[in-house]
């Protein structure tokens, strides 16, 4: 096998009724199939289009899609279930979507990735609210640091309040590249 090329049984040009049919099988307006391949609504028309085709990379990832449709629904971000919505990012990749009602103290999560090291509560896939506080605490700095004080006085922050110093903090630690998107 050294030296030798590596093939794969995926079709490298779709012919417009192809990219059609594809995108009606997974349900998707040309705008929502536009948004899942990154490329303009005008790219989607152009291959649908009379004559048109798509080539390369587009070809490849919606030959695994028509036999994967299931992965669109796995990519595809839910509706807000609770007021609060946290996106625990690592880098620029989305891994989990958190959803909580403090209020009622519920928790509803959506992983993007099976490698827990990656998922915010690992392996649990319905954390508690306690779980969902001590997660945000781990997102911060320990409530015994020496001089915490002074780091609240910098943050402007009156008290420990594990989401008040993720909301300045984003949740970022030195030692990782995980960070917390909030939206209200």
């Known amino acids: 096998m050294d030296g030798e090329r590596m093939e794969f049984a995926l079709q490298k040009t779709l012919s417009a009724a192809e990219v059609k049919r594809i995108r009606k099988k997974l349900k998707l307006k040309q705008k929502e199939l536009a948004e899942l391949m990154n490329v303009s609504v005008k790219t989607v028309a152009h291959w649908e289009g009379n004559g048109g085709s798509a080539k390369g990379t587009a070809a490849v990832m919606l030959d695994i ?18 007021p609060l919505r946290i996106s625990y990012m690592y880098e ?10 403090d209020r009622e103290q519920r928790v509803k ?3 993007f990735t099976t490698d827990p090291v990656f998922c915010a509560f690992g392996r649990n896939g ?6 969902y506080e001590e997660f945000l605490e781990s997102r911060c700095f320990p409530r015994s640091r020496d001089k915490m004080k002074i780091i609240l006085n910098e943050l402007n922050l009156p008290f420990y309040n594990p989401f008040l110093i993720v909301q300045k903090t984003e949740g970022r ?3 990782d590249n995980f960070w917390l998107k909030i939206e209200r």
Do not use: G, H
């Open 173 to 175: 630690m030195a030692e």
């Open 92 to 101: 620029e990749r989305l891994c989990t979507i958190i959803d909580v009602d």
């Open 109 to 111: 999560i959506k992983n």
């Open 126 to 131: 319905q954390p508690s609210y306690k779980e």
């Open 65 to 82: 899609l028509r036999e994967r449709s299931w992965l669109v629904e796995e990519m595809t971000i839910p509706e807000r279930a609770f």
